[in-house]
């Protein structure tokens, strides 16, 4: 069993993403992975990493659906999780 690993990336626009150029994050569930855009500030790349973990629960939300989760889970998170979750997010390679 395998650790979940979060990365930072620059930018990367893969080819399922139809709305924008580039996206703010992506979760590889085969490879245990999350990667965040690195260009987001802190609390930008907190809630993409709450997304991304969201779409790991519930695969079959929509993308609407899954932001509006994030953005309510991110409203209820204590300071000890949102420092927790800031944390993984500045020190990931």
Known sequence: CSDLQVRKLSGFSPTHCREKNSINGLIIPDRNEIIINKSLDLKERVLTLVHELIHLVDPKLSEKQ????????????????????????????
């Open 66 to 93: 899954t932001e509006e989760n994030a953005q309510s889970l991110y409203t209820k998170l204590s300071d000890r999780n949102l420092g927790f979750l800031e944390f993984a997010v500045s020190h990931s390679s």
